[in-house]
């Protein structure tokens, strides 16, 4: 991650790759409702995928500055907006498809979309990691955002995947009800839904209980012993 990062993330307590897997969210953003744009309804927490067709700043009266992009898919088109961001344009450029998530506001009385989050991809079939899903929000510090943190552990979590060990013997896995240690550091940060990461969290939540209370045994054998 370079050492401006590495900095960065020792302020958080993430020394390792194991630290970094273990950073968990504290809420999830909900843009979980994928709609074509023609079914967009005012108050809407959505996401829409299409293309940019043009991507402009315009000032408001108060001399703000509003980035607007017009986007398209097969069913109509529909405003996207960001306020004060001017270095989106340089991000997105026209012919881009985009995944867009936020809020359908009005805008000139017309719908447009409030973005929250965004992301280019290929194609509209595209998994994607910030928008069109639950979207983890994690602890931050100053120059590290949660997009960034998302970023490195859905690369990471691939990279190591293979590698994860369920440490706990089965019985107590049964008796708890818990789900598979690799399962619940995947659902925690990418959950399917919000049942996916409440099980997820009272995994990991379990397992730092559980070693806390083990480390203790271990001291208290260690003590009698001497």
Do not use: C
Not at 30 to 50: K, N
């Amino acid at each position: 991650v370079g050492p401006v990062y590495l900095t960065r993330l020792e302020k958080l307590g993430i020394k390792k790759i194991e630290d970094l897997l273990n950073h968990i969210p504290n809420r999830y953003l909900d843009f979980s409702l994928t709609s074509p744009i023609e079914r967009a309804q005012l108050g809407e927490t959505l996401t829409i995928r299409g293309r940019v067709d043009s991507f402009k700043n315009i000032y408001t009266k108060s001399g703000k500055k509003m980035q607007i992009a017009e986007v398209s898919d097969k069913t109509g088109k529909i405003l996207a907006i960001w306020f004060n961001q001017p270095f989106v344009l340089q991000t997105i450029k026209n012919g881009n498809v985009v995944s867009i998530s936020g809020t359908v506001k009005l805008f000139k009385n017309k719908l447009s979309l409030g973005s929250e989050s965004y992301e280019i991809i290929a194609d509209t079939t595209q998994e994607t990691v910030h928008t069109g899903r639950l979207v983890p929000i994690y602890p931050e510090t100053r120059g590290l955002s949660s997009k960034w943190i998302r970023n490195r552990i859905k690369q990471l979590f691939s990279m190591v995947e293979d590698t994860f060990d369920e440490y706990l013997p089965p019985h107590i896995v049964s008796e708890h009800n818990l789900i598979e240690y690799k399962t619940a550091i995947q659902q925690v940060h990418f959950p399917g839904q919000h049942e996916n990461a409440k099980r997820a969290s009272h995994r990991l939540a379990f397992d730092d209980l559980f070693l806390t209370q083990l480390t203790a045994l271990v001291r208290r054998h260690e003590w009698n012993k001497q």
